[in-house]
């Protein structure tokens, strides 16, 4: 699978922002999928994720504010962020992952600033 992520940028606290990760190659609903973040000087860490029966979770950091979903007919995964806070900046990325095989697949992510 190839992921492509897209939507970020710079955002005031308290704004929104939608990212997206288009993924190709592959039957789209055989995989789950997942948001992660990577502040600078910080582990990549997981945001929320969505299996291929449509299931969801949330880090504890993000409920209430980011919201996870697919549109399977145009093969693409979202991340609604909602509320953002400074501690929210990082680099966003997309991982795969096949319900089969358990082989994973990254994007090449997508930087989020949240900043006055």
């Known amino acids: 699978v190839q992921l492509v992520e897209s939507g970020g940028g710079l955002v005031q606290p308290g704004g929104s922002l939608r990212l997206s990760c288009a993924a190709s190659?592959?039957?789209?609903?055989?995989?789950?999928y997942a948001w992660f973040r990577q502040a600078p000087g910080k582990q990549r860490e997981l945001v929320a994720e969505?299996?291929?029966?449509?299931?969801?979770h949330n880090a504890d950091s993000v409920k209430g504010r980011f919201t996870i979903s697919r549109d399977i007919s145009q093969r693409t995964v979202y991340l609604q962020m909602n509320s953002l806070k400074p501690e929210d900046t990082g680099v966003y990325y997309c991982?795969?992952?096949?319900?089969?095989?358990?082989?994973?697949?990254w994007g090449q992510g997508t930087q989020v600033t949240v900043s006055a």
């Open positions: 969505i299996d291929s029966g449509g299931n969801t």
């Open positions: 991982r795969s992952k096949s319900t089969y095989s358990g082989l994973e697949s």
């Open positions: 190659g592959s039957i789209f609903s055989l995989y789950d």
